[in-house]
Every structure is written in C-alpha cells, then in structure tokens.
C-alpha cells in the first residue's frame, strides 16, 4: 500500500479516571466512527451489550454503530494482523482506521512503536497519533506526582481535556499552560461528555508538524535556535532552527545518534526539514529510540533554508541534543 492508503492507527490514552472509558463509549455508539475498529485491554470495563449486534470471534465483535470492538490478546502486532487479515478475507467489515485504548497506568510509547518498528505491519498500517485526555480536575497534581501521567502528556499528539465542567475558566487555563510546558506541540481540544470529532485522533501529519516548530525563536551561534520553558519536574521542550539546507546522509547519521545515545530520554521528536536537493519539506516524528521513516511532505521547502526541530525529553539537557546537530552537516550522495 502506499501511504496515503495505509490505515492509520491512533494510540488512545490516559491517566486513570480521565475518561477514557466515556470517551469509547459516545466512539463505539456514534455513526460517524462506524469504519473504526477499536482495540481495548480490557472489553468488560466497557458496557457494550446493548451494542452488540455480531460476533466475529471469541475476540472480535460488531456493534450496532458498525465498529469492531477487539479485545487485545497478547502482542498488539499479532492482534493487528489479525484483524487486517480478516479485513481481507471478508470476516470483518472494511474498517478505515484503529484504536488503541490502553491501561490508565500504561506508557504510549511502546504501543505506537508496535506499528513503527514491524515492517510487515508498515506495509499495511501507519501510526497517526498518540491521544490523551486529561482530566481537568486532577491533572495538575497527577503531572507532580505521577511519572506515568507525564509521559502520556509528553508523547500526546493530541490532548483531550474532560471534565472541564467541573472546573473554573482559570483553572482550565492554569492547566493549558502547565501542559504546554510539558508538551508545547500537541493540538488541545475539549471532549463534552466523551464526544470529540473523529478526526482529531487521527491529525493531518503536515498540520501537526507545522505546530510543532516556532519561527519566533532566538538564534545560537553556528545556526541552531533554543528555546525552553518552565516545566513539570525532568520534563522539557527543547526547540532548534538550522538556518542552512541538511542533507540526507546528515539527517540519516543524527537520528541514528539520537537513537543510540539519547534513547528513551529522547521521549519525542518532531521536525520539518529543508533538504538539499528536495523541493518540499521533510518531515521527522520519534518516539524514544524509534523513528519512522522520513516523510515527504506537500509544503514547499522554505526559501531561507531553514529546518526546525522540537525534542520532549527527559532528563536529558540541552547541551548534549545542540552538540549533536552538527551531524546535520554530514553530506554524501545518498538520499532515500
């Protein structure tokens, strides 16, 4: 398949009680999900029998809404193969796209990376985003006291507020601003009582890369750009601009470095490169020591020559992820 027919897969998540079982409830009910199969750790915390329509397997089930509810059952990739095989074979509706619910307690890293790091699940799925609610009332002290809780904010693509009701207007803004400092790059929108719009789990890639980069910071010598901010403790936003074209042998060698040396203190990254010789930008997006391939995008590369770059890290400081942007310089005749 080429990537525009791949069915993108979006990682669901959140720290316990922030409403994650609401939310695939009005999903699993809701007529605009029903090309939507839905991956779940645990099918009996949802009250699904009134939905009920067929079972596909011990495993699999349609419901009224016409999605798949799909127990996860050991390996999440054999559980994705599964299910694209019997997509093939007629045994399940043709679903568009997947979700994966995990634990409150669980890290979103490793299930997106499933998707990234499988090449035969590459030649059928792409991962699309990491989605977590937030639970308005209680975030703030989950994001001080929980390692669990920051990282599903830090690795969001997208960030779900719930419960905002229960909170004053400040409140909510307070809290906006304590997770743009845990992640200033994911979109955060508002779920009324579980309901969003489909589409925001699953974010245009370029929309969500032109976010993540900030052509308002201030320049380093040797041409990279910082920029940080106040934030919850070990967690931290680093942003850099390149003002000079990179080459694909120099993109290559630094997420090779960054993989190897950074590891999962690297928890995310995402870029926009200008790539000599390419007309339109690049884009980069990792999690902890995976990357996904380089992505051509439909953005004109800028004219300035300039890249941007925005790494979520933990525990890792500036210094040691600015040293290794030099690698950018790297040229050979290689491109990809």
């Known amino acids: 398949m080429s990537g525009g027919s791949r069915i993108p897969v979006s990682v669901l998540t ?3 009680g ?3 079982t609401t939310l695939l409830n009005r ?3 809701d007529a605009s999900w029903s090309d939507t199969a839905v991956i779940v ?14 079972s596909a397997s011990d495993s699999i089930q349609v419901l009224s809404s016409g999605c798949l509810c799909c127990t996860l059952q050991g390996d999440l990739r054999l559980t994705l193969a599964d299910l694209f095989v019997r997509r093939v074979n007629g045994k399940v509706p043709a679903f568009q796209r997947v979700v994966v619910e995990t634990t409150g307690l669980a890290d979103p890293g490793p299930v997106a990376n499933a998707v990234v790091s499988d090449a035969l699940l590459r030649s059928e799925y792409r991962f699309s985003a990491i989605a977590t609610t937030v639970d308005a009332m209680q975030a703030a002290d989950q994001l001080q006291r929980y390692v ?3 990282r599903q904010v830090a690795l969001a693509d997208v960030l779900i507020l719930t419960k905002t009701d229960l909170v004053d207007e400040a409140s909510r803004q307070r809290l906006v601003q304590q997770l743009a400092t845990v992640n ?8 009324d009582h579980g309901q969003i719009d489909p589409a925001l789990l699953f974010p245009h890639a370029e929309r969500s890369l032109r976010r993540a980069v900030n052509p308002s910071q201030r320049r380093l010598p040797g041409g990279a750009g910082l920029q940080t901010a106040h934030h919850t403790p070990g967690a931290a936003a680093w942003s850099f601009v ?10 290559a060698a630094w997420m090779a470095h960054a993989a190897e040396h950074f590891g999962e203190r690297l928890l995310r990254v995402k870029g926009i490169f200008t790539v000599a010789g390419e007309r339109n930008v690049v884009a980069i997006h990792g999690i902890g020591r995976y990357f996904h391939p380089p992505e051509r995008l439909e953005q004109p590369a800028s004219p300035e020559g300039l890249s941007r770059l925005v790494c979520i890290t933990r525990d890792l400081a500036e210094p040691e992820i600015a040293s290794s ?6 040229e050979s005749t290689h491109g990809i």
């Open 14 to 16: 959140g720290f316990l």
């Open 18 to 20: 922030s409403g994650k």
């Open 27 to 29: 999903m699993l009910k």
């Open 41 to 54: 750790n645990e099918l009996g915390e949802i009250a699904l029998d009134h939905l009920l329509i067929e």
């Open 148 to 150: 669990e809780a920051q």
């Open 184 to 191: 200033p790059v994911a979109d955060v929108i508002t779920s």
């Open 242 to 251: 390149i003002e000079h074209p990179v080459h694909w042998s120099g993109l």
């Open 325 to 330: 942007l030099a690698l950018l310089e790297e």
